[in-house]
C-alpha cells in the first residue's frame, strides 16, 4: 500500500474522530483499561481536532482510507524542564485497530517530517501502567525520561533522538 502522510483536511475531521470511536471499542474488547476508563472523548471531543486541524497540527495517514492519525505540537507542557529543545511533541496517536503495522509507519512518518523541521528529536508519553505500549515505544527507538502527571494520568515522557 502507498501510504500518504499530511496534513489533515477539514473534512476529514469525522473519519479522524471515528477512529477514536474504533480504538476505544478495541480496548474493550481487549480488556485494556486507557482511553475507555478516561472519558477520552469528553477530554478531547471532535471540536479539539477541528481546531488542531486548523493550527496545521493534527496529520493523517492515508491511503483510500485514514489509517492514523497523530497531532504533532512544537512545545508541551509535560516537558516544560526541557523547554528549549528543538522536539515535535507526539499527541492524540491513533491507528485503525484492524490494519496492521499502521503504528510503526506513522512513527517512522512523524520522525521524517521533525527532520525536515530541523527537529533534534520526537517526545511522546504513554500510560505508565500499559507495559504493552511502553514496550513498543522503547523497542521503535523511545527511551524512557521521566515522568508527567495530568490529572488522574501518570505518564512515562519518552524521547527518541534524530
Known amino acids: 500500500m502507498a501510504y500518504v502522510f499530511?496534513?489533515?483536511k477539514g473534512e476529514e475531521i469525522d473519519s479522524v474522530f471515528s477512529l477514536f470511536e474504533k480504538r476505544i471499542e478495541w480496548m474493550n474488547q481487549k480488556n485494556i483499561q486507557q482511553w475507555n476508563v478516561t472519558d477520552y472523548l469528553t477530554v478531547y471531543p471532535?471540536?479539539?481536532y477541528q481546531e488542531q486541524q486548523a493550527l496545521g497540527n493534527l496529520y493523517v495517514l492515508v491511503d483510500n482510507?485514514?489509517?492514523g492519525a497523530v497531532v504533532l505540537l512544537r512545545s508541551d507542557e509535560r516537558w516544560s524542564d526541557r523547554i528549549n529543545s528543538s522536539a515535535f511533541y507526539v499527541h492524540n496517536l491513533v491507528t485503525d485497530p484492524v490494519i496492521k503495522g499502521i503504528g510503526k509507519l506513522l512513527l517512522a512518518e512523524v520522525e521524517n517530517?521533525?527532520?525536515l523541521h530541523g527537529k533534534r528529536c520526537v517526545r511522546l508519553d504513554c500510560a505508565v501502567d500499559n507495559a504493552v505500549l511502553n514496550d513498543y515505544y522503547a523497542s521503535a527507538g523511545y527511551e524512557l525520561a521521566g515522568k508527567c502527571q495530568d490529572g488522574p494520568y501518570i505518564?512515562?515522557?519518552r524521547e527518541k533522538k534524530l
Do not use: D, E, T, V
Request: aromatic share 6%.
Open 6 to 8: 499530511r496534513l489533515a
Open 46 to 48: 471532535k471540536s479539539y
Open 65 to 67: 482510507i485514514i489509517a
Open 113 to 115: 517530517i521533525a527532520k
Open 155 to 157: 505518564g512515562n515522557r
